[in-house]
């Protein structure tokens, strides 16, 4: 059985300063790794995936992966009061089509 | 820019009762997914769909589900007999890959059962 781990928090970081969601998973096979947010009501939206190990910067984002310590996390630059949302985990294996997702961090950024 | 569409946004029904959740995936993904979260919960797999039939299923999608992809651009999702629990968010998603697992989804369906 796949588990995908987050705090849920909720985590609190000043606009301006830098978020850090952390993420485990449970299945050592996983290949594929990804990052959505979700605003309250809404959908899940991608913002980043990852693949192999070390960091993937895009824009004000940068995803981490360990595969050895089975850790993904997303850093966030520069937070402003528009990334205050619930960011997901998600994680899938190549021998099956299903992609799981953890219970999410709901970030909070303080004006 | 493409996007994943679904209807109803919200639906009310009896318990008891068989329900119809439709979605209309982005034109060239291969890949359809069913995943549903209740109010506070974390999004569930339910079902992935890839030419014309079920790659994988989750514990949660019992003979109570069904899907089918009817047409070249409808993906469905049948539940019969509702039961109070089923009340949930019911997102759809399309990929272009199963191998990049690059999920789109939808705005999502409200099932309320009373």
């Known amino acids: 059985q796949k588990e995908v781990e987050q705090n849920s928090g909720p985590l609190s970081v000043p606009e301006g300063a830098i978020a850090s969601l952390n993420c485990t998973y449970s299945d050592r096979v996983s290949q594929s790794f990804f990052w959505y947010r979700q605003y309250s009501g809404k959908s899940p939206e991608l913002i980043m995936s990852i693949y192999s190990n070390g960091d993937k910067e895009d824009g004000r984002f940068t995803a981490q992966l360990n595969k050895a310590s089975q850790y993904v996390s997303l850093l966030i630059r520069d937070s402003q009061p528009s990334d205050s949302a619930t960011y997901l985990c998600a994680v899938n294996t190549e021998r099956d089509d299903k992609i799981i997702f953890g219970k999410g961090t709901r970030l909070h950024i303080l004006p | 820019e493409p996007e994943v569409t679904q209807t109803p946004s919200h639906q009310v029904t009896q318990m008891g009762q068989e329900v119809i959740l439709r979605c209309v995936p982005i034109s060239n993904h291969l890949y359809f997914y069913w995943y549903r979260q209740i109010l506070g919960q974390k999004v569930e797999f339910l079902v992935s769909?890839?030419?014309?039939?079920?790659?994988?299923k989750s514990e949660i999608f019992d003979d109570q589900f069904s899907v089918e992809r009817p047409d070249g651009s409808n993906f469905t999702l049948k539940i019969r007999s509702t039961k109070l629990e089923d009340s949930a968010m019911y997102f759809c998603?399309?990929?272009?890959?199963?191998?990049?697992?690059?999920?789109?989804f939808g705005e999502g369906s409200r099932l309320t059962v009373l």
């Open positions: 998603a399309s990929s272009e890959s199963s191998s990049t697992g690059e999920l789109f």
């Open positions: 769909f890839y030419n014309n039939e079920i790659s994988e």
